[in-house]
């Protein structure tokens, strides 16, 4: 039988604009989806309880190192969490994992929701700017486990629930999404059914960053594009919108092909060429999720028929 704890769902998340640009400090914006999400229960039931326990129980060994080396970023109660893990606590989640949408982000702001015990920073919507960094930097560090290197927003868009606009590193807050309106142009979400590997796609982009002609694209071309992408979208300029994104579509095309999945190379060049739709990546890319911008969904639909589409914003 399955044990509620209480009801704390902790939704995925979608990085709208930013992947890897936020690293070397272009302008982010993460949204909420609530169409996937996960909490904690006790089952000891179930094959998805068991794996999960299992892997948890991993999570607890890495939060046990990093308290004995005095580097866990907060109080957590790891007794009380180990407890739990032998009474067949498990992490019940509808997120994908490996589509870019957060699914370790959930766990991560799960544990820190449930177990940490002294000065918990609250998931409400008038933190001021230095908590969100601070929560920010707690989860980069817990996070860090699942990918090796963690901004640490997925687990932040996971706990506060809301909207958040990275500026820079040390500049983020909650912002307000404009109303969808039944508008033809749409952001949608184009399942390639693979599986993505965060981890070694996040290496050979730091790799990259090595090269002085890559860093350069990415200051001049990639953040010009991204954070203007960023300013329409917010102030809902539909044209302006997906006039930057077309040329972020292909700054990512020229420049980010092995985090393109193989099979979407050419789909992700007749968008362009066509102007029926534009693709970029959401989250780091190499499966999961792709996301498309369109100013007309219908005729969008009908060149992208062979694919499960799903609408997430309309403009």
Known sequence: MKAMLKESLYYSKILLFGEYGIIQDSMGLSIPYSDYNGQFLFDEKNSKSIKSNHQLSQFLLHLKDLEKNNALPCKLNLKAFENDLNNHLYFDSSIPQGFGIGSSGAIVAATYDKYCSENKIPANKTLENEKIIELKNIFSCLESYYHGTSSGLDPLICYLNLPILIKSKNELGTVGIPNSNQGKGAVFLLNTGEVGNTQPLVQHFLEKCKEEGFRNMLKNKFKKYNDASI??????????????????????????????????????????????????????????????????????????????LDVIHRF
């Open 231 to 308: 300013e329409a979208f917010l102030k809902n300029e539909g044209q302006a919108l997906l006039k930057n994104v077309k040329s972020l579509s292909k700054v990512l095309y020229e420049n980010f092909q092995p985090m393109i999945p193989k099979l979407y190379r050419k789909l992700w060049k007749e968008g362009i060429d066509s102007n029926s739709y534009y693709l970029k990546l959401c989250g780091s890319g190499g499966g999961g999720y792709i996301l498309g911008f369109t100013k007309d969904f219908t005729k969008a639909q009908n060149k992208l028929s062979s694919y499960q």
